[in-house]
């Protein structure tokens, strides 16, 4: 059972708070226009998952976004212009400029490189990280996907925002709703409200205050290439976990989580990439979102994640979050499975 939510009028106020909402809600309402116009060409990265023109377009409209707000502070996002520059990839270029005329009347291909390319530089003390959109292969499918965006000082997330469009409440999948904008600011609480409607008030969440394992329900990756199922499902017969778990991609799992929808977020390593190391971007939003609603997130050993060491979590394996209560629980079963 969850714990009751509290409706307010806003979170707490800062300048970076504003900014991230302000941010984050023009983004994802920009990827929702981009996948309801069905834009999904796509290029491939070296690892081969698809990369939308939604991406790219997203990211270079935060490093705009940043450019003008912030122009002092460091930007790490998960895109590069590079495959934009080819050959192939000048007529993907042209969609995204055409695209984001709306939001930035006047913008050339030009810009948008360099906007984009604001994102490729090492974390410094005082920056913004983001993944334009996490889950690709759920916004391909229709399915969840969201834009995360975190503000990071000394090595530890300060401010985090997701913008979630086919998830209502923060915790439900509705597709073609008006979405979920969750915003959490360090020792301030987790805060959510519509996406598409700016005057709707914001409600604190909190996590599930289950206490018995058994009755733990797993946020379960629909892309069965992100983790080891084999592993999960050793885990899951070890704790005698029964409830049914919940599918989903994407940072919307830490949404659902912060919400009380679920009990367990675990980003357990495939056996075919051992040495992966997650990237800072597809944690750092969620991971506050998480915590400020009451919850614990820590790799798979029960370590913190530590962001100190540049773009990914290099000190950290894999990752686990929970609504804290059952954190000791899952932690003790991981290390008895992998014995």
């Not at 895109?79 to 913008?107: C, D, V």
């Not at 965006?149 to 439900?172: F, S, T």
């Not at 733990?216 to 704790?239: D, P, W």
């Not at 979102?289 to 540049?310: C, M, N, Y």
Request: hydrophobic share 40%.
């Amino acid at each position: 059972m969850s714990s009751p939510n509290h409706s307010c009028s806003s979170p707490i106020e800062c300048s970076k708070v504003r900014f991230a909402i302000a941010a984050v809600t023009e983004a994802a309402q920009l990827v929702r226009r981009i996948q309801r116009e069905m834009v999904v060409a796509t290029l491939a990265k070296d690892d081969k998952s698809p990369v939308t023109v939604a991406d790219f377009a997203a990211q270079a409209l935060l490093g705009k976004r940043l450019e003008e707000t912030f122009p002092e502070m460091g930007f790490v996002g998960e895109e590069s212009s590079e495959a934009l520059q080819s050959a192939e990839g000048r007529k993907t270029l042209k969609q995204i400029t055409e695209l984001l005329q709306p939001n930035i009347p006047g913008a050339t291909p030009d810009d948008i490189c360099q906007w984009i390319d604001r994102g490729n530089g090492e974390p410094t003390e005082n920056f913004w990280t983001l993944d334009p959109v996490d889950g690709t292969k759920g916004f391909l499918r229709g399915d969840q996907y969201a834009v995360a965006l975190a503000y990071i000082r000394d090595n530890v997330v300060r401010v985090g925002a997701l913008g979630c469009p086919e998830l209502a409440g923060g915790m439900r999948p509705e597709k073609g709703g008006s979405g979920s904008l969750l915003v959490a600011r360090r020792t301030s609480g987790t805060f959510v409200r519509s996406l598409e409607d700016d005057q709707a008030a914001w409600r604190q969440l909190r996590v599930s205050e289950c206490i018995k394992i058994s009755e733990a329900r797993l946020m379960q990756s629909v892309e069965k290439s992100h983790t080891n199922t084999g592993g999960i499902g050793q885990l899951v017969a070890r704790l005698g976990i029964l409830a049914k778990p919940v599918p989903m991609d994407s940072q919307a799992k830490y949404a659902v989580l912060a919400a009380g929808g679920g009990e367990v977020n675990l980003r357990l390593l495939s056996n075919l990439r051992p040495d992966y190391r997650e990237k800072i971007w597809d944690q750092a939003a969620g991971s506050i979102i998480v915590e400020e609603a009451g919850g614990r997130v820590t790799d798979l050993k029960g370590k913190p994640l530590d962001f100190s060491q540049g773009r990914t979590l290099a000190k950290n394996h894999g990752v686990l979050a929970t609504n804290g209560l059952l954190h000791d629980d899952l932690v003790d079963g991981l290390k008895a499975i992998n014995a």
